[in-house]
Every structure is written in structure tokens, then in C-alpha cells.
């Protein structure tokens, strides 16, 4: 099974961990580090490796992160270009988190990283779109 970590400032990766959990239940192959003000670049990059370490055999890691050229991406994607099979998805929300802890099973991180892009363009909309979308609909007209 393809392994998460996810990681961002604050208290970001705990608080999405805690609401995919009270949605999805506790998840396999997932680490959250949190990444607060308190904390260093080198702490972080300890924590990560030891997730690493604690994933086991995880060929295939995907890190999922908050800021793009923020730390927590930084620290991710040096990590990642070591490896192949690593990849770091960056602007993570929980809509995006939730559909692809869902749909990770069987995925390479590769086929997820397009699927994760995919999800993250398809979440972001706005309550006018959605009620236009649904507007534009034609309703389907019973006949004979």
C-alpha cells in the first residue's frame, strides 16, 4: 500500500489528520508531522526520516504538504529526489487528503500524483459555480 506523510506548519497535519479520522477512521500507512513555530529545519527533517523508518518497507511514499516553498515542502522534497517511487503533492486540503486516502490502494505514487492534482483542481470551486452548475443542468423531461 502506497504510504502518506503529511506534514505543514502549525498545527496543519495533526488537524487534518484528526478530521480524516472522525471521517474515515484510523488509516494504515499514514503519518501526520506538524510542523509549529517552535520547531527547526533540522528537527523536522528527523521526524520525517523516522516516519520513514516507521513506515517499514514503503517503496512508494507520497508527502503531502501545505505551502509550496514552505519548509515542510522543502524538507519533503529534498527527501523525495532521493527516491524514486517519493513524491511530494503540495496545497493540501482535507477534501483532497480524504479522496486520495480513499482511493490510494493500487495506485503507484506516480498515478497518484496525477489523480491527487486532478482531485485538488476538481475541489476548488465556490458556492456561485456550484449553484450555476446546478442551474445549467436540464432536468430530465419524462415522455412516452
Known amino acids: 500500500m502506497l504510504s502518506i506523510i503529511l506534514t505543514g506548519h502549525g498545527g496543519f497535519a495533526s488537524g487534518l489528520e484528526k478530521a480524516m ?10 503519518v501526520a508531522i506538524d510542523f509549529p513555530d517552535t520547531s527547526t529545519t533540522a528537527l523536522l527533517t528527523s521526524q520525517l526520516e523516522r516516519a520513514i523508518a516507521d513506515l517499514g518497507d514503503a517503496e512508494d511514499i507520497v508527502f503531502l504538504t501545505d505551502l509550496l516553498g ?3 515542502f522543502r524538507v519533503a522534497s529534498t527527501m523525495a529526489m532521493e527516491k524514486p517511487g517519493w513524491e511530494v503533492i503540495t496545497g493540501t486540503n482535507l477534501q483532497l487528503l480524504l479522496e486520495m486516502v ?11 500524483r496525477l489523480q491527487a492534482l486532478e ?7 465556490s458556492l456561485v459555480d456550484e449553484l450555476g452548475r446546478c ?3 436540464k432536468p430530465v423531461e419524462e415522455g412516452i
Not at 479520522?21 to 499514514?30: C, Y
Open 102 to 112: 480513499m482511493e490510494r490502494d493500487g495506485l503507484s505514487s506516480e498515478a497518484f
Open 21 to 30: 479520522k472522525q471521517i474515515l477512521g484510523e488509516q494504515e500507512q499514514f
Open 70 to 72: 514552505g519548509t515542510p
Open 135 to 137: 442551474r445549467d443542468e
Open 119 to 125: 482531485c485538488g483542481h476538481r475541489g476548488l470551486t
